[in-house]
């Protein structure tokens, strides 16, 4: 089994900055690709930005605000959230694609509870 926790949402007023962070647990024996999708009321949840090996993708929305980071050693994605926008409200999901540790080992997508963020004066 393996779970992801995410850290970090809340109120923030147009303009300020937010930092979203997730630590993936349990039966892990690597971690492929790591990111961040958001869902905004109405609305289909969307791509923010990944990161695997090969580098980093980000919604054209967000590029040059947002900024991804990870850490391999513990499991962990971030998400740097500068210039924040009233748009940018919404309830964000950490997620990963992991192969589990043990026999038979199973790459499968995973994904986080979700943290609100919102933006507001």
């Known amino acids: 089994q393996v779970q992801l926790v995410e850290s970090g949402g809340g109120l923030v007023q147009p303009g300020g900055s937010l930092r979203l962070s997730c630590a993936a647990s349990?039966?892990?024996?690597?971690?492929?690709?790591m990111g961040w999708y958001r869902q905004a009321p109405g609305r289909q949840r969307e791509l923010v930005a990944t990161?695997?090996?090969?580098?980093?993708n980000y919604a054209e929305a967000v590029k040059g605000r947002f900024t991804i980071s990870r850490d391999n050693a513990k499991n962990t994605v971030s998400l740097q959230m500068n210039s924040l926008k009233p748009e940018d409200t919404a309830v964000y999901y950490c997620?990963?694609?992991?192969?589990?540790?043990?026999?038979?080992?199973?790459?499968?997508?995973?994904w986080g509870q979700g943290t609100q963020v919102t933006v507001s004066s």
């Open positions: 997620y990963a694609v992991v192969r589990t540790a043990g026999w038979p080992t199973r790459t499968s997508d995973y």
């Open positions: 349990g039966s892990i024996f690597s971690v492929n690709a």
């Open positions: 990161i695997t090996s090969g580098g980093m």
